[in-house]
Every structure is written in C-alpha cells, then in structure tokens.
C-alpha cells in the first residue's frame, strides 16, 4: 500500500464558522474526505490517544453518530456531554475544565456566541456542530456530494428555497469558496443574515460565483443543478411552526417547483425533513434526491476536518 497523502493542518486554531477555513482549506478538507471514504483503513490510528467531547444543547441524529463513528474509526474516544452550556457553571470554567482532559470540543448549540465563547476560553480545537447561524460540517459534506455527482462544482447553480438561516448561509458561503453560483429564495422577515451576504459578494468577486438573492422560488430553482431545502422551523423555533408553515407555503419543493431545475438536478436537504412541508414525498423519494448520500459524507468530512484540526 502506497503512503497516505500528508494531511495540511488548518491554520485557525477552531471551525466554529464557515470563515475559518480558506479557499484552499476547503478544498483540501474535500480532497481528504474523498480520500478517505475512499481508503479508510489508512485512517484506522491516526487519532490514537486523543480524546474528543461532544457537547450537544439539541437533539442530533446524524451529527451525534457521524461525529461519534469518525472518533472511533480514526482510533480516538469520543465522550458525550448533553445539557445546556453555562447553566450549571459558566462558560469559561466549563472551557477551563474540558481542555484538561480532551484534545478537541465539538458543540452544538443554540447561540453561535456559545461556540465562540467555548473556542475563545478552551485551548483546543473547537468545531460547530451546528448553531443559529452555521452549519459548517453539513456543508462540507453537501460539497463532497456535489463533487461525487458532478465532478467539479465550479460554475454549478446551487439553489437554497426556504429559511435564511444555519443551512443556507454554509451553504452558501461553501458554494462561493468553490465558485458555484448560488441562488437564495427567502420569504420576507426570513431572509439571511445581510453580512453573510455582503461577505459571498466579497468572495464570489474573488473567485467568480455568483449570489442572487429573491423573494421567488421559480427564480432561485431556474436552470439549477442542485435544489437544497431545509426545516421551516429550525429547533428551538418549535412555537413559531403554525406561523412560519403560513410564511413558508409558497416554499414547498414539490414536483412542479423541481421541474424548473436542470434536467440532471439532484435534491438535497439536510436532514431531518418533515415531508408536506418544505418539500414533498415524491420529490424526496424520488431517483434524483441525494439526501442519503449527503448524511453518509457526514462521516468522510468530519473525519476529514478532524484530521486536519489535530493530526
Ligand atoms: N443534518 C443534521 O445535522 O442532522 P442532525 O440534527 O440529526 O444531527
Ligand atoms: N435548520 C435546522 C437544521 C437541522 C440540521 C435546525 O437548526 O434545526
């Protein structure tokens, strides 16, 4: 067996934000997610004797066991930590306690100031598992997909149809790293956040995407490769579902909507979905939906990720 390729370290210290890794990063971090779906038993130790917890203030199916298996599988040791953050004790002495013990934090949590305050105070690596506003790992993961089905994604039309929120602005702050083009459909009073926007102009400038942003989900799925939707009600938002299921109803990924991509388009979502909301039955279930394949890279990229924050 030939030698593994070398893993580059990622020069900021945490990946709480999409923003922590560079152009060059992100791509690397994809190179290595393939090679290492691709090989996996050259990764079997690569962590050995590292120890990594996992603090989660919401629920996880995909994120928990992906992040869990990807310890396992590189040889280190995962320990689990649910409950909110700085209730008990504060923040800082929660830090100040972990980074005694472990080698790296990973952190879902509802606020992303929590995640950066857990990477401000902890000396080692901390990645967002998902907060308010970022949703780094699912992104990386939804990038390798795109690159197993298209190739490469550079010129891709990329279309998020439902909440500005978490999802969408990975998303598209990845898309722009890869030079996709990048298509938003927001209902008003959910548009995303106007910095991330301001900062995917800045990068697409750079690298030659391009960023529209709408209020029409015919406009956004014109002509894309890949049509993306996720929950309308986002966890913690559980009181806002009647309201925001009004505000959304135009949204609906359904057959027709889908037919306005590009005929070889594939569907994603994160996951998990609530079927006759944002998207229906048959587009989920249908032969051109990649949710699947989105959760099983899940796995590869956040093994990719963790090898390059601590090996
Ligand atoms: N997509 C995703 O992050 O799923 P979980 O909430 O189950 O982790
Ligand atoms: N926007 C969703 C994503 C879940 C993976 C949420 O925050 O609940």
Not at 61 to 80: K, W
Not at 173 to 195: C, H, I, K, V
Not at 210 to 230: E, M, S, W
Not at 275 to 290: F, H, L, N, Q, Y
Request: charge should be negative.
């Amino acid at each position: 067996m030939t030698a593994a390729p070398p893993i580059t370290r990622i020069a900021h210290a945490d990946v709480t934000r999409d923003q922590d890794l560079t152009t060059e990063e992100v791509s690397a971090v994809l190179a290595l997610a393939a090679e290492v779906k691709k090989s996996p038993e050259r990764y079997r130790t690569a962590l050995a004797g590292k120890s990594i917890a996992m603090l989660f203030e919401k629920p996880s199916l995909r994120t928990r066991i992906t992040f869990e298996l990807a310890i396992q599988e590189l040889g280190g040791f995962a320990v689990n930590y649910d409950g909110p953050i700085g209730a008990r004790e504060p923040l800082r002495d929660m830090a100040r306690n972990l980074d005694r013990w472990v080698h790296a934090i990973v952190a879902r949590t509802f606020r992303q100031q929590t995640v950066d305050d857990m990477a401000d105070w902890a000396e080692v690596p901390v990645i967002n598992a998902l907060s308010d506003m970022y949703h780094p790992c699912q992104a990386l993961a939804d990038m390798q997909t795109l690159q197993e089905r298209f190739g490469s994604v550079k010129g891709l039309k990329l279309a998020f149809i439902g909440d500005g929120n978490n999802v969408a602005h990975s998303l598209m702050l990845n898309a722009a790293q890869l030079g996709m083009d990048f298509a938003l459909a927001t209902p008003e009073r959910y548009e995303a956040s106007q910095a991330i926007i301001d900062e995917v102009h800045a990068i697409n400038a750079r690298l030659g995407g391009k960023l529209v942003v709408t209020t029409d989900p015919a406009v956004a799925a014109a002509g894309a490769q890949a049509i993306y939707t996720d929950v309308w009600a986002s966890m913690g938002e559980e009181d806002e579902a009647a309201e925001r299921r009004t505000a959304f109803a135009e949204y609906q990924i359904d057959e027709g909507l889908f037919k306005m991509a590009a005929p070889n388009a594939v569907f994603m979502h994160c996951l998990p979905a609530r079927r006759g909301e944002e998207v229906t039955d048959g587009v989920i279930e249908s032969p051109r939906s990649v949710v699947f394949d989105q959760a099983e890279n899940r796995l590869h990229a956040q093994k990719a990720l963790l090898l390059m924050l601590m090996s």
